[in-house]
């Protein structure tokens, strides 16, 4: 089986985009493995699978695989690449499109300087909604805290249209962003694992990030890692209703109203190379 694909990055969140509409695409999560490998494969941290839409008042449907083959719910840096993808391949004429996901509705939005971006919908903060078992775990409004070998770790726990933890830091270049990281994604309070983010504020409308996101490790950049991250900020006081989130990939920019309001990630998204694979 031969498959054509678009390799792309929003800020360094590496993708392999494949178009589902004009080849038949049913891949088992082995395959997907085999395309995310960077020795043996394509290489990337997730695999984007573009389909024509389910419902009436969507263009089209988005689904997620991250490197270990696992679908997943969303993906913000991905959906910004998405439209990028669907607008070059002449799938679509429109500058600004609906798309369903495993999450609810999404709307990417290409800007006239290159930019993109996204209307990620509002985030929830409901436990049962992310789903985050918070039984047992002490609370610390807005924030909780949870116990990682026997050392208490304060979070803001809530969901992007995937589950997100938040934590606060000194400093993101000297966190135990792996080590921690991969210790929380698995904790027991998470039954659908979680992404991790470490937030370092800069100052109110500035925060450096690092994310370690389930199923696939650090990467240069989340985009819903970065929307979690200001959420979580603005929720507890520390940051204004418009931040620059500085990744190791590049910068997004985050903008939330606050409660009831939808979150909105503006970025880059860049078509690296094209090609044919076979699996």
């Not at 419902?55 to 689904?63: A, I, K, L, V, W």
């Not at 992310?130 to 026997?150: K, Q």
């Not at 937030?199 to 996101?213: C, D, G, P």
């Amino acid at each position: 089986m031969k498959l054509k694909f678009s390799k792309m990055q929003g800020a360094g969140n590496d993708f392999v985009v494949l178009d589902g509409i004009n080849q038949d695409i049913a891949l088992t999560p082995a395959q997907y493995q085999a395309l995310a490998d960077r020795h043996f494969g394509i290489g990337c941290d997730q695999i984007l699978l573009v389909q024509p839409a389910t419902r009436p008042d969507c263009d089209f449907r988005y689904r997620i695989f991250n490197g270990d083959g696992g679908e997943v719910q969303q993906c913000g840096n991905g959906a910004r690449c998405f439209v990028r993808f669907v607008s070059e391949q002449g799938l679509t004429a429109k500058r600004e499109i609906r798309v369903e996901t495993a999450a609810g509705v999404i709307v990417p939005r290409l800007e006239d300087d290159g930019q993109v971006t996204v209307d990620m919908g509002p985030p929830r903060f409901e436990p049962s909604e992310i789903p985050f078992c918070n039984a047992g775990v002490s609370p610390a409004l807005p924030t909780y805290v949870i116990d990682v070998d026997g050392e208490p770790i304060e979070l803001s726990v809530l969901s992007m249209g995937n589950p997100h933890a938040v934590r606060i830091v000194c400093n993101v270049d000297s966190a135990p962003v792996q080590e921690l990281g991969a210790k929380i994604e698995h904790h027991p309070s998470f039954p659908e694992r979680v992404n991790v983010g470490f937030m370092q504020v800069i100052h109110r409308r500035a925060i450096k990030l690092r994310v370690f996101e389930r199923g696939a490790g650090e990467t240069l950049a989340c985009g819903t890692g970065a929307c979690a991250a200001v959420v979580a900020g603005i929720s507890r006081g520390l940051l204004d209703a418009g931040v620059q989130v500085h990744t190791r990939g590049g910068d997004l920019s985050i903008r939330w109203a606050g409660i009831g309001h939808h979150v909105f990630l503006t970025g880059p998204a860049v078509t690296v190379f094209q090609g044919e694979i076979a699996l």
